[in-house]
């Protein structure tokens, strides 16, 4: 935001922040010396956004008690979002890339005159934005008139953050197709969507009637081939095309696989999702894709470094998001926001700071492969994203247990358990193909195993001695088990705090 913002505007957004953490009178000084400014200057600022609050809402209000101390009073809905994109949306520069990404600025000059500045004034502002653009491999230039020179899929990115992250669904901010339009037409061909699909469907839909139609790259084709969803999403996206664009079918084609490639990282993959097993073996098909590897070889890194094995659910699941996450940072470069902080890495960094230092243990054992550092190298992207999924994924609690066997003379195996379980919460019973951490047994029958290590033999009817002996064994699995450093590192990790 920064970049883009007037240097008056983000005075008052720093202001407003300052006397919105409490509902409380400031002094002017107190505010004075907290920016470094002068008290008249920040007696100017106040009443500046006094007059701003009553265009942007009718939710706050500046309460004043002698022109020297000041109160921002704010009903419950009063969102300072709204606040901030309404200066950021009447900034130079905002006005000046709006005008960019429609193929509108066609002379700086024009612009100034319009925007009642000077043309020194707007390349000091661009020149602000530049470092911004080269994140994004875009280059400002202003020859025959002014654009951004890149390739169109990160010009698309670029201006992807750029609305979503002024806007955050607030307001539809394009003008060659209304939300109204293209989300009955989603309708009529039942796309499921969320407003993140309705920015990007807007954006690619924009630049397609302008013209401007995205560039081939083998890597689409590659990622919606055996894809399970390709054929009938495809066939949605098309008619969404062929609705607001004149694109001949060979350009539309193009459009949707970039689109559905795209769309489908946007979307979280739950347990218990159908689609988790559909692109497992899509993944199979894509096994020596860059993105494919690199998913495989952060499963491999994970389970070793905290020496866990994770159900057929709890993979598949990790799998694929992590999966859709790969691809997308190797499709784009830059920044994953504009104007705000990423809230992943930002969620992460609320966390003590023991789960930040295995957080960024754990990532510098994935750099250990220089194969994989065109995927990892996006650490500020991808580090608090893979901390949600872990968090939303693995359920450490129910990991945390004593898997047994009980062989019983008399069969009540069932009601030894319940037993079991009142003496000792963490234990779980396995099934008849799994290996058991303990055998608890009234006689070492033949279909045992003879192991002595994980066997234990009580009486045909326990009495309060083996109930006992029972408890100290599985006390002494459990602590070997779990208290191993690097799976407290995990429990540590996946803890509620």
């Keep these: 935001m920064y970049n883009f913002l007037d240097h008056t505007a983000l005075r ?41 609050l009553k265009l942007i809402t009718e939710s706050a209000v500046i309460q004043k008690v002698e022109n020297k101390y000041f109160q ?34 066609n002379d700086i000059n024009m612009f ?68 109204e339009e293209i989300l009955e037409k989603m309708k009529k ?21 302008l013209g401007c139609l995205i560039d081939y790259h083998p890597m689409y084709a590659n990622f919606t081939k055996h894809h399970h969803n390709y054929n009938q999403l495809s066939r949605k996206i098309k008619i969404v095309f062929k609705e607001f664009t004149d694109l001949s079918e060979e350009e539309i084609e193009l459009e949707t696989m970039f689109s559905f490639s795209i769309i489908s990282c946007m979307r979280h993959y739950q347990k218990k999702d159908n689609a988790v097993s559909l692109l497992m073996n899509f993944a199979q098909h894509h096994n020596q894709e860059l993105f494919v590897q690199a998913t495989l070889y952060w499963m491999e890194k994970f389970m070793d470094h905290f020496s866990v094995t994770l159900d057929a ?35 992460l960094e609320m966390h003590e700071t ?29 580090i608090g994203r893979y901390h949600k999924l872990l968090k939303q994924t693995i359920d450490y ?21 319940n037993q079991i379980k009142r003496l000792f919460v963490h234990v779980e019973l396995c099934f008849e193909d ?21 066997i234990f033999v009580w009486n045909s009817v326990p009495d309060r001695g083996d109930y006992d002996r029972l408890a100290r064994k599985l006390q002494e699995i459990y602590f070997n088990k779990y208290q191993q450093p690097n799976k407290l590192l995990l429990k540590t990790l996946l803890s509620e705090v």
């Design 112 to 179: 100034v005159l319009e925007n009642f500045t000077s043309t020194a004034s707007m390349y000091r502002r661009i020149k602000k934005v530049k470092p911004l653009l080269s994140q994004f491999h875009l280059k400002y230039t202003s020859q025959e008139k002014v654009s951004l020179e890149g390739t169109e899929k990160q010009f698309r990115y670029f201006y992807f953050l750029f609305y979503w992250n002024s806007c955050w669904g607030e307001e539809w901010p394009f003008t060659l197709v209304s939300r």
């Design 434 to 454: 799994e290996e058991a951490d303990l055998i608890i047994t009234d006689r070492l029958y033949l279909n045992i195993k003879k192991n002595p290590e994980n």
């Design 313 to 347: 659910e709890e993979y598949g699941t990790l799998f694929i998001n992590l999966l859709h996450l790969h691809y997308f940072v190797l499709t784009f470069s830059g920044p994953a926001n504009l104007f705000k902080e990423d809230l992943y890495k930002k969620r």
């Design 354 to 382: 023991a789960q930040i230092e295995i957080m960024n243990q754990f990532f510098d054992r994935l750099l250990e492969n220089r194969d994989f550092n065109v995927v990892f190298k996006r650490r500020e992207v991808l």
């Design 12 to 52: 008052k957004i720093e202001v407003l922040h300052y006397i919105y953490k409490e509902q409380k009178l400031f002094s002017s000084l107190e505010i004075a010396e907290m920016m470094a400014l002068s008290e008249r200057t920040i007696i100017k600022i106040i009443e500046e956004i006094s007059i701003d």
């Design 189 to 209: 061909v039942n796309i499921n969507y969320h407003e993140q699909v309705l920015y990007w469907l807007a954006i690619c839909i924009t630049r397609a009637k």
């Design 397 to 417: 609690a129910n990991k945390d247990t004593i898997k047994i066997k009980i062989f019983s003379l008399i069969s009540d195996a069932p009601y030894l358990f």
């Design 72 to 105: 921002l009073d704010y009903k419950d809905n009063f969102s300072m979002k709204t606040v901030e994109r309404y200066y950021l949306q009447n900034s130079l520069t905002y006005k000046a890339f709006d005008e960019i990404f429609y193929n509108r600025f």
